[in-house]
């Protein structure tokens, strides 16, 4: 009976921290019963910020400040080079050197990799500005060292392992130019994705009975694979693979359980979901919580895969699985659903025993770095098109909307702060044209997500009444054009007192000090 595929990806924190852990017992547990392919993302620390693939940006901006930042640019190539090489030792204890045939073949490679970076780099530091594609190519070298690394790790453990290195998979499937690929782009739209997956089958199968191992970097992109997908595109190779070999199962290894009612960095009594919508993994995403890359939710959704959030400190736990063939609401806007139990039934999705209460929302999250912008228009601007100016004006500055609220002559957009103030002068002049502008900054938008919520009778009104008991103010409030959330914008300050009171008032979680208190009434009733 052949056995059936199975996708996992690995992030480059658990990589770093664990990769013993996960060559030595995780991959092994797993390969005893599936066909394994093993995506790597580029290794990384404690901090996202002092990761290789932020290291390797950073090379790239000193690269292109000329001769001036030689030194320093050089010296970071070096710490990516001696971290890896950290690692790589840090598997193999000196008396086992000699018993891997490939050490002294994995460790030069290493090595050679980072050399050529750096000539590479010195010679665009003469030019002093990098191509979109000549980024593509300095990023892609973190992943390539996570896989030669992870691959030499499960081989001197005595499993078959072959890294299989996708920095040229776009020119092999659409050719070297770069006016065809971006041809490619627009021709095929999404399908893009699907073409390449296809190659990547190709390579995945060319292993044989070795697992594996491929590098989260596919590219290199016409456009920069960063700017195309941007930092989660390891998260859409791993879903692009488990599409190519119809695997059962797509596994995304992490450092926490899964997901949460809330951040439980910010709500201690935040509880872990078993599972989610697709549609609900989607949104959690884009308003805050790192949980999955949309476009690898959009392949998943097509293919019926399953995805599951695991946690690499707890390998046997369930983690949260993520249901692709969740059907969207076919309710219509302005239709709600109304459904009568009869007393002391507990119905599917409920919380509530001895009386019915509707489905409650899944979690509530909060996205920070937001600017509210307000625009009166002027008399003599038309109201269509002040919306038209206004979104121009916004993409000019490169600038994404989260929310928009208008009316006749008023329109309020949250918009992700550009972290630049420049920016934001910039912007407020251009629209100043149109009307009175004013730009509110220190915003966070906080979003209630739940599946098929909008077709429920009181979610507003709680959230609503459990902000106003808070004393949250609310700047702006977005629903309908989602059917499974609701947005609001508040003051930074307020967004922790907004998450509390929404988690405790409109998701029905507990507090733990109310949780508490009440075992503590169930163990005195009990001695009564």
């Not at 490679?109 to 010679?123: G, M």
């Not at 390579?203 to 694979?225: E, K, N, Q, Y």
């Not at 109304?338 to 019915?356: E, Q, T």
């Not at 103030?421 to 209630?448: H, P, W, Y």
């Given at each position: 009976?052949?056995?059936?595929?199975?996708?996992?990806?690995?992030?480059g924190?658990?990589?770093?921290?664990?990769?013993n852990?996960?060559?030595?017992?995780?991959?092994?547990?797993?390969?005893?019963?599936?066909?394994?392919?093993?995506?790597?993302?580029?290794?990384?620390?404690?901090?996202?910020?002092?990761?290789?693939?932020?290291?390797?940006?950073?090379?790239i901006?000193?690269?292109?400040?000329?001769?001036?930042?030689?030194?320093?640019?050089?010296?970071?190539?070096?710490?990516?080079?001696?971290?890896?090489?950290?690692?790589?030792?840090?598997?193999?204890?000196?008396?086992?050197?000699?018993?891997?045939?490939?050490?002294?073949?994995?460790?030069?490679?290493?090595?050679?990799?980072?050399?050529?970076?750096?000539?590479?780099?010195?010679?665009?530091?003469?030019?002093?500005?990098?191509s979109?594609?000549?980024?593509?190519?300095?990023?892609?070298?973190?992943?390539?060292?996570?896989?030669?690394?992870?691959?030499?790790?499960?081989?001197?453990?005595?499993?078959?392992?072959?890294?299989?290195?996708?920095?040229?998979?776009?020119?092999?499937?659409?050719?070297?130019?770069?006016?065809?690929?971006?041809?490619?782009?627009?021709?095929?739209?999404?399908?893009?994705y699907?073409?390449?997956?296809?190659?990547?089958?190709t390579?995945?199968?060319?292993?044989?009975?070795?697992?594996?191992?491929?590098?989260?970097?596919?590219?290199?992109?016409?456009?920069?694979?960063?700017?195309?997908?941007?930092?989660?595109?390891?998260?859409?190779?791993?879903?692009?693979?488990?599409?190519?070999?119809?695997?059962?199962?797509?596994?995304?290894?992490?450092?926490?359980d899964?997901?949460?009612?809330?951040?439980?960095?910010?709500?201690?009594?935040a509880?872990?979901?078993?599972?989610?919508?697709?549609?609900?993994?989607?949104?959690?995403?884009?308003?805050?919580?790192?949980?999955?890359?949309?476009?690898?939710?959009?392949?998943?959704?097509?293919?019926?895969?399953?995805?599951?959030?695991?946690?690499?400190?707890?390998?046997?736990?369930?983690?949260?699985?993520i249901?692709?063939?969740?059907?969207?609401?076919?309710?219509?806007?302005?239709?709600?659903?109304?459904?009568?139990?009869?007393?002391?039934?507990?119905?599917?999705?409920?919380?509530?025993?001895?009386?019915?209460?509707?489905?409650?929302?899944?979690?509530?999250?909060?996205?920070?770095?937001?600017?509210?912008?307000?625009?009166?228009?002027?008399?003599?601007?038309?109201?269509?098109?002040?919306?038209?100016q206004?979104?121009?004006?916004?993409?000019?500055n490169?600038?994404?909307?989260?929310?928009?609220?208008?009316?006749?002559?008023?329109?309020?957009?949250?918009?992700?702060?550009?972290?630049?103030?420049?920016?934001?002068?910039?912007?407020?002049?251009?629209?100043?044209?149109?009307?009175?502008?004013?730009?509110?900054?220190?915003?966070?938008?906080v979003?209630?997500?739940?599946?098929?919520?909008?077709?429920?009778?009181?979610?507003?009104?709680?959230?609503?009444?459990?902000?106003?008991?808070?004393?949250?103010?609310?700047?702006?409030?977005?629903?309908?054009?989602?059917?499974?959330?609701?947005?609001?914008?508040?003051?930074?300050?307020?967004?922790?007192?907004?998450?509390?009171?929404?988690?405790?008032?409109?998701?029905?979680?507990?507090?733990?000090?109310?949780?508490?208190?009440?075992?503590?009434?169930r163990?005195?009733?009990?001695?009564?």
């Amino acid at each position: 009976m052949d056995r059936p595929w199975l996708v996992q990806k690995y992030g480059g924190t658990s990589l770093g921290k664990l990769m013993n852990t996960i060559c030595g017992s995780i991959i092994p547990d797993y390969a005893e019963n599936h066909r394994l392919v093993v995506i790597c993302s580029a290794l990384s620390g404690t901090l996202k910020a002092k990761g290789t693939t932020s290291l390797l940006l950073e090379c790239i901006a000193l690269s292109e400040l000329g001769a001036d930042a030689q030194e320093p640019m050089v010296e970071l190539v070096h710490l990516i080079r001696d971290s890896h090489i950290a690692v790589f030792d840090s598997i193999f204890e000196t008396e086992n050197r000699s018993i891997f045939e490939n050490y002294g073949a994995t460790k030069a490679r290493i090595v050679k990799e980072c050399e050529d970076l750096k000539k590479f780099l010195l010679a665009a530091q003469i030019v002093g500005d990098l191509s979109p594609r000549s980024k593509d190519r300095v990023i892609s070298l973190g992943e390539k060292l996570a896989c030669l690394i992870t691959a030499a790790c499960l081989t001197s453990k005595g499993i078959p392992a072959r890294p299989v290195i996708l920095d040229d998979v776009v020119s092999t499937v659409f050719g070297t130019s770069t006016d065809e690929q971006i041809a490619a782009v627009d021709k095929l739209g999404p399908k893009f994705y699907h073409v390449i997956a296809e190659e990547i089958g190709t390579r995945i199968r060319d292993c044989g009975l070795a697992i594996p191992i491929v590098t989260g970097f596919f590219g290199i992109m016409p456009s920069s694979l960063i700017q195309t997908v941007g930092r989660g595109y390891s998260d859409l190779c791993a879903a692009m693979s488990a599409v190519a070999v119809g695997a059962k199962e797509l596994q995304i290894w992490k450092e926490v359980d899964g997901i949460f009612t809330a951040d439980p960095r910010k709500i201690p009594s935040a509880q872990l979901l078993a599972s989610v919508t697709a549609d609900e993994a989607t949104e959690l995403t884009y308003y805050g919580s790192e949980v999955i890359h949309p476009l690898t939710m959009d392949q998943i959704r097509e293919a019926n895969i399953f995805l599951r959030l695991k946690n690499v400190f707890k390998p046997h736990n369930e983690g949260t699985l993520i249901d692709p063939k969740s059907a969207p609401s076919t309710l219509e806007i302005g239709q709600v659903t109304k459904v009568i139990a009869p007393p002391g039934v507990l119905l599917k999705n409920d919380f509530s025993v001895g009386r019915f209460e509707r489905r409650k929302p899944t979690a509530v999250t909060v996205k920070d770095d937001i600017l509210l912008v307000n625009v009166v228009c002027n008399r003599n601007t038309k109201s269509g098109g002040l919306l038209i100016q206004v979104f121009e004006r916004l993409e000019r500055n490169n600038i994404p909307v989260d929310l928009i609220a208008t009316s006749e002559r008023h329109v309020s957009l949250a918009v992700h702060s550009p972290g630049n103030s420049c920016a934001v002068l910039r912007l407020k002049e251009e629209l100043d044209r149109f009307g009175q502008v004013t730009i509110a900054e220190n915003m966070s938008i906080v979003t209630i997500v739940g599946h098929k919520m909008r077709s429920q009778i009181g979610v507003a009104n709680e959230t609503l009444s459990a902000l106003a008991a808070a004393n949250v103010n609310i700047h702006l409030i977005s629903q309908g054009a989602s059917e499974i959330s609701i947005s609001l914008v508040v003051n930074a300050y307020d967004a922790i007192a907004a998450l509390n009171a929404i988690h405790r008032e409109v998701l029905k979680i507990p507090t733990i000090e109310e949780s508490r208190f009440r075992r503590h009434l169930r163990s005195v009733a009990l001695l009564d």
